[in-house]
């Protein structure tokens, strides 16, 4: 058993076959450990960008890659050999800050190679999710690297922050701190096709009324204040990400809007209902049930 942790920079690029954006991959870095976490060797590879020929300068400032820099690197192919080589062989686990890097990856990967399946990868874990279980965390909110490391006590400015390798390096020190092979276990996924169609789906908003998805129980309402009958005073409509339609209740008589939207994710689907007043100017949110 061994571990790679790795570390991606990108730079923004606009990619005419998608006609979209893209975060094309400029640096490799990543750092091999045994199974008690010791450090057994590094790589890192610079990128020779072959969508955006120019770095951005937000990513010019936050790497200090100049664009001299990527025009020596390597190709996309030749860096992911490298990365394939280092990580030796499907039993190696990978692991990155967030799942972010290995989607860029995947993308890089269906763009350069056309599949979004990184063959060379056996096992991944986030270590974010699992380095986040031991901080106490009431907000749920997802901590960056650097505020990790504050709370573990390791100082960032003794990494070169933001630099694939430097932050391979600094995510490194984080798992050592709470390293435990039987609990970092639970967060190891097989990267099988399953672990790329559930990276690779894309949530969504469902926008139409008659989508047999939709429970139609949702749009059920009643007073949220004194859970009386209430009186329907128009149709629905899809507005905002939600559906939405405005109710009396004689009772309270009062007048309030009920908004209600099906997010559909991967294996769930979320419902979101937010009642609102509407008798003042602002709509101020009251309740969310
Ligand atoms: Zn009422």
Redo the contacts with the bound molecule.
């Keep these: 058993m061994q571990y790679v942790v790795m570390d991606l920079e990108w730079n923004t690029a606009y990619a005419r076959r998608y006609g979209s954006f893209i975060n094309e991959v400029i640096e490799i870095g990543a750092v091999k450990l045994d199974k008690n976490f010791d450090i057994i060797d590094t790589m890192s590879v610079i990128i020779k960008p072959q969508i955006g020929k120019k770095l951005m300068g937000r990513v010019k400032e936050l790497t200090h890659l100049t664009n001299n820099d990527v025009l020596s690197g390597v190709t996309y192919s030749q860096a992911i050999k490298e990365l394939s080589d280092f990580l030796e062989n499907k039993d190696s686990v990978l692991l990155t800050w967030g799942d972010g890097d290995i989607r860029v990856l995947s993308k890089n990967n269906e763009y350069f190679c056309g599949t979004n399946h990184l063959d060379f990868i056996g096992a991944y874990a986030d270590a974010q999710k699992y380095c986040q279980s031991f901080i106490d965390s009431s907000s749920g909110q997802q901590i960056g690297l650097s505020s990790a490391c504050e709370k573990f006590g390791i100082n960032p400015e003794d990494f070169s922050h933001h630099r694939a390798l430097g932050d391979s390096l600094m995510t490194v020190e984080c798992i050592r701190k709470v390293f435990d092979s039987q609990k970092l276990a639970k967060y190891i996924h097989k990267c099988d096709d399953s672990f790329y169609e559930r990276m690779n789906f894309k949530s969504y908003v469902i926008k139409d009324i008659n989508s047999p998805l939709i429970d139609k129980s949702k749009f059920k309402c009643v007073?949220?204040?004194?859970?009386?009958k209430?009186i329907r005073k128009n149709k629905w409509r899809f507005v905002n990400q939600s559906f939405r339609a405005e109710f009396y209740?004689?009772?309270?008589d009062?007048n309030f809007r009920l908004c209600v939207r099906f997010k559909q994710y991967f294996d769930r689907l979320e419902v979101k209902r937010t009642f609102s007043e509407i008798n003042t100017k602002e709509n101020i949110k009251v309740n969310h049930k």
């Design positions: 007073c949220d204040i004194c859970g009386g209430v209740c004689p009772n309270c009062r």
